[in-house]
């Protein structure tokens, strides 16, 4: 339909043909009509809250069903140490529990306490505690997340005690702080864990028969407390069978009754037109006319709203016939379908291509930073903490040094008893590093040579670590149980930031590279070759 053909005269509107009856009628009809567009539109937000907390709750059932086993082992772990567990109150990320959980397994595996296994399922109490750590805090943002994503007030994940109607908020998405006595407080460094609540099963009713059921139910809790207004959805968590705990999910109401009311009332002015229709003499009139219209348009709009068929808006148009409000409605409505299935593709399309995107992101970061023999970061990461300690000095932060590391000997063991020996020479040396510098970033920034940027007590203790890493070292050769690979001799030299002579952190690099040239003549190490 050609829109600059379809013009309205006065005569065609349907506020001339209505304008007298209004008059008369609109101030009872509007009473009436409102309340029970109000009642109906309560009704009907319900139904809808209950869809879409539903395929919120859905959402995040799939993302844990996904982790399996290992999510009821983090839960079994949770119940019987969350009292013992002490977890950041404000972290943001988890990457720091992760890299203490890998710290913990190579600490286990390096001191032979480790007996295999990695996770839940690692025989080291230390390695499971820090990977419950890393496992909470990864479920706890994943919650909070979601709370921000879908714009709710509240989720989070229950575990019932059923014999008592306790509830466990086991992933609370609303963070409680725990004090020094172990209790819940208003300030702490530390999350309370285990927050328990009895729930009366008189008034949870839904969040109970939920449970007890183990299935969704078509209603909502309401609570009504010192955290608002809301209606909560609890979706029954089941993994291999095993019926776990509760996902909630809470939205906001009371801000929407009020806009529903608003709704209402505006809509009832409009509804009230149509009421009018009861006088007899144009009863008929308006029926064949005006009302089966408006009746095929409202069949079209419902059916488009429960099984969102994009082909709707031709079957509309075909419907349309005269030229009235009704016309030009069903001639938007049908434009509007048309420019949402456009729209919806267009963001589907967009939303996967982000998402591979900065998946594509993340690896290659990750893959440019860390070096792929220590594990440890590499020479383009060290030349990102260039850039940092430059801004540091810029801003007047003089207190750091470096400390330069060179493995003696590569090439001979390299010749002497393969590459793959020599690579075992260079990880050997990296653990002592990290072990004697374990406050400091450490470097490998070529094939056999590390760095150590010193700051805080390391730097501070910089000659101390550097005796205990040369009295280490010696340790190691005087082994007569270790293979000549694993006797490493390396020379360090290290240089703190002295105003007077360095202008640069690459000055204090240079001076602490001469200084451990200066150490490999001492040792008798230097290349030939």
């Known amino acids: 339909m050609d829109e600059r053909k379809f013009v309205l005269k006065s ?14 009628f609109t101030i009872v009809v509007l009473i009436l009509c409102g309340i029970a567009t109000y009642r109906a539109q309560m009704k009907e937000y319900k139904a809808q809250c209950i869809a879409n907390v539903r395929s919120i709750g859905d959402y995040m059932e799939r993302l844990i069903q996904e982790k399996g086993e290992e999510f009821i082992d983090y839960q079994n772990y949770y119940m019987e140490h969350y009292a013992d567990v002490l977890i950041p109150y404000n972290f943001n990320n988890y990457r720091g529990a992760w890299r203490d959980y890998e710290r913990a397994l190579l600490e286990a595996e390096n001191s032979g306490t480790y007996r295999g296994g990695s996770g839940f399922k690692s025989t080291s109490e230390t390695v499971r505690k820090a990977y419950f750590k890393y496992y909470h805090e990864y479920w706890l943002l994943t919650f909070e997340n979601a709370r921000k994503a ?3 007030p509240y989720t989070y994940y229950l575990v019932p005690k059923e014999d008592t109607f306790h509830m466990i908020y086991m992933i609370d998405g609303e963070r409680t702080c725990r004090g020094r006595d172990g209790k819940k407080a208003d300030s702490g460094d530390f999350l309370y864990l ?8 008189e008034v949870y009713k839904v969040q109970w028969s939920t449970w007890f059921t183990g299935e969704r139910q078509n209603d909502l809790q309401v609570w009504n407390n010192e955290w608002g207004y809301t209606y909560a959805y609890y979706t029954p968590l089941t993994i291999n069978g095993m019926k776990l705990g509760l996902i909630g999910t809470e939205i906001e109401v009371e801000e929407v009754n009020k806009d529903i009311l608003s709704t209402s009332l505006r809509l009832s002015a409009a509804i009230s037109i149509m009421l009018v229709s009861c006088l007899i003499i144009l009863l008929l009139f308006i029926n064949k006319h005006y009302i089966k219209k408006l009746s095929r348009l409202s069949d079209h709009m419902m059916e488009f709203s429960t099984e969102k068929n994009f082909e709707i808006a031709s079957r509309i148009l ?3 016939k005269g030229k009235n409000e009704i016309t030009l409605l069903s001639y938007r409505f049908s434009e509007l379908i048309q420019e949402l299935s456009e729209y919806m593709n267009s963001l589907l399309a967009t939303v996967k291509e982000l998402k591979d995107t900065k998946q594509r992101a993340d690896e290659m970061n990750t893959l440019a930073n860390k070096d792929s023999l220590t594990g440890i970061r590499n020479k383009n990461a060290y030349d990102r903490e260039v850039l940092r300690l430059e801004f540091e000095l810029a801003k007047g932060c003089k207190k750091f040094g470096i400390a330069m590391i060179d493995l003696n000997f590569l090439k001979v063991i390299n010749d002497t008893y393969g590459h793959e020996h020599g690579n075992s020479a260079i990880k050997q040396l990296c653990y002592v590093v990290c072990h004697v510098f374990k406050h400091s970033p450490v ?5 056999d040579e590390f760095v150590v940027v010193l700051e805080k007590d390391d730097y501070i203790n910089s000659k101390a670590l550097v005796d205990e890493f040369n009295s280490r070292l010696e340790k190691l050769a005087e082994d007569e149980s270790l293979d000549p690979w694993e006797c490493v001799s390396a020379a360090i030299g290290y240089a703190l930031y002295d105003e007077a002579v360095d202008k640069s952190v690459d000055d204090v690099f240079s001076r602490a590279d001469k200084n451990m040239y200066a150490r490999k003549k001492e040792m008798k190490a230097v290349r030939t070759s």
């Open 318 to 320: 075909s419907s349309t």
């Open 194 to 201: 285990g927050d328990e609540y009895y729930n009366d099963p």
């Open 443 to 447: 470097f490998r920034v070529g094939g």
């Open 150 to 152: 879908f714009n709710l």
């Open 11 to 24: 005569t065609d509107r349907l506020l001339f043909k209505f304008a007298l009856i209004f008059f008369i």
